[in-house]
Every structure is written in C-alpha cells, then in structure tokens.
C-alpha cells in the first residue's frame, strides 16, 4: 500500500502479482490495449495530411543532446515492435501505391560496434571481425565456456552486459535488470572488464578526458559539453560521468546515419530515382523502392550506410524489402 493507505497499482507492482489472481493480467492487457489504441490508433490516422493522405512527421535537430534527430507530431520513432499486439500497428504503414514497396535498412550493433573502435579492444574486435553475434561471443568470454556451449541465459546476460556498460551501468543497475543478486552482478561485471580490458580504459579516458576538456566528442569532432563532471554533488557527478562515457558513441552512431542519409539523398538525385527516403528511426532508414528500381536501391543503400565511416570493425546493415513496415523490419 501507499502512505496514503491506497493500494498500489502501478505497472511494476501488477507484473509481480500476475499470478496472484487471474484479474491481474487482464488488467496489464487492458492497459497496454489502450495505450496503442489512444497513442496510435486514434491519433495517427487524423495525423494524415487531408491533401496527401500520408503521415508527415517532423524531424529536429535540437531536441536530443546526442544529436540523434526527434520525431515529432506524430513521433514515427516509438511506434511499437517489441509486443505482437504493437507490431500490428507496424502494418499500417505502406508505400505510396502498388509500384513501391517499403525497403528498411538497419544498422547491426552500430553502438558496440563504435565501442570495439574506440577502446581498441581487442577482443571485441575479434568478434566482429569474424562475424560472430557478438553477445554470445561476450558470454563465451565472460562465462569462459566454447561458444557453442553458451545457453540462452548466459546470452541475455552477456547482452544486459554490453548494453549496460554502455550507459555506464554499474553492478546495482544490472542486479536489478536482470533480477539478480548484487554480488553475482558485480562477479559478471568483474569477469566483463577482465574480458575486454579496452573497455574499462576507454571508459576511464572518457571521464578523464572530460574532466580535463568540460566536454567529449564524437568521432568526427561534434562536442557535449558536461559541466556536471566536476560536480561536488555524487550522484550529479555520477550522471555526468555516464553521459560521458555514453555521449561519444551514441553521438557518433547519430553522425554516421547523418552522413549516410546525406549521401543517400544526393545520390537518388543525382540518377534521378522514382524511389525516396522516408524516415529515420535510430539506426534504421526506411525508404519507400520503386519495384523497377528495387535491385538498383539495395547496394547503393548498403554501400552509403556501411561506407558512412571507416572504423577498425565493419559496419553491417541488415535489409528487407516488404509490402508493410512490418514485413520490411
């Protein structure tokens, strides 16, 4: 209960009793239902512009700090896929007629694999370098098992791991996601730094650097500046140091699908192409392929996005062609 002597309701409240009484359930469903239906559903078909007939969204420069670009009325950036009831949703976007199809081009890991770059290390590099899926190369390391042997758990783990080290997260913040005790937390993260030292350093220069500059920078020189790095208060320091290890590869994955898109563009003026480019989610373009020009699209796409930036590792962009967003991705 509340100190207001209510009962608690909130979401993570309800998702530990769902199995206290079978109401509990139905009502996490109810509420996620209606969050699709008053986000999406009912919203975005008045979103339609009245003389297209096609979504229009926003993009700006200058609302995230990483220089990632924001979407914005309608947001096209958080339409869901990780539920099977919000990739429905997905469906609902299609090409312009029946001559084009929906084309996403993906980038693969683009963040640990700008982390491989910057640390040097050489580990991680290797994994990428041979083309292994790279959380369960992380396992093998950490979990010190042949990477065949690794199990599903160890995986998940390893990749709470990666993506965790890379916001700065510590052994508290890994124990609580994966819902495990803080010491066992601490061992993996231990076992992690002993694996890929490169990273524990480059999160150390990171901080140094920013301490010394009052900014970081992404790999083509864009700065963050971070006055909160020297904060005499902890826990505002603290958040500045995980900016700083965060900010110079999220910024540089948000440099290199900028660049990419630049060149992309240029270059579907250039040859005069029916096709275009429609949205940017992320690590994602989605472009709208004329059939007739679809086997043309494909390897200039992949050649500009994997092209973008030349890093110690390749870049790899994942592709599909479909008749709805869902198909596509």
Request: glycine residues 6%; positive net charge; hydrophobic residues 40%.
């Amino acid at each position: 209960t509340a100190k207001t002597g209510q009962y608690q309701t909130s979401e993570d409240i309800l998702q530990g009793l769902s199995n206290a009484h079978p109401v509990v359930p139905l009502i996490l469903d109810y509420r996620s239902l209606r969050k699709l239906k008053g986000t999406y559903v009912d919203t975005l078909p008045v979103a339609a512009d009245p003389v297209t007939h096609r979504v229009h969204t926003s993009y700006l420069q200058t609302v995230a700090a990483t220089g990632r670009l924001a979407s914005n009325d309608p947001n096209l950036q958080n339409i869901p896929i990780r539920t099977e009831k919000g990739r429905e949703i997905r469906k609902a976007f299609v090409p312009r007629d029946e001559h084009y199809r929906l084309l996403s081009a993906d980038y693969s890991q683009i963040e640990l694999r700008i982390i491989a770059h910057m640390s040097g290390d050489r580990n991680m590099q290797e994994a990428f370098r041979h083309g292994l899926d790279i959380h369960a190369a992380t396992a093998a390391k950490v979990f010190n098992v042949d990477i065949g042997a690794v199990t599903r758990e160890q995986r998940s783990r390893a990749k709470a791991v990666n993506f965790g080290i890379a916001y700065g997260q510590g052994a508290f913040g890994l124990s609580q996601n994966l819902g495990i005790p803080r010491a066992e937390a601490k061992q993996i993260i231990d076992d992690y730094f002993a694996q890929f030292p490169g990273v524990r350093d480059y999160m150390d220069e990171m901080i140094g650097f920013c301490r010394s500059h009052g900014y970081i920078k992404t790999l083509m020189g864009r700065r963050r500046y971070l006055p909160d790095i020297t904060s005499a208060n902890t826990t505002v320091r603290a958040q500045a140091e995980r900016i700083a290890i965060n900010a110079p590869m999220q910024g540089t994955a948000a440099d290199i699908i900028k660049v990419a898109m630049v060149r992309i563009h240029r270059e579907l003026k250039q040859r005069r192409m029916k096709s275009r480019l429609l949205l940017q989610v992320h690590d994602e373009l989605v472009f709208d392929a004329h059939h007739d020009e679809a086997e043309e699209l494909k390897p200039l796409v992949r050649e500009r996005m994997e092209g973008a930036m030349e890093l110690a590792v390749p870049l790899v962009v994942d592709m599909a062609l479909g008749k709805n967003w869902l198909e596509a991705h």
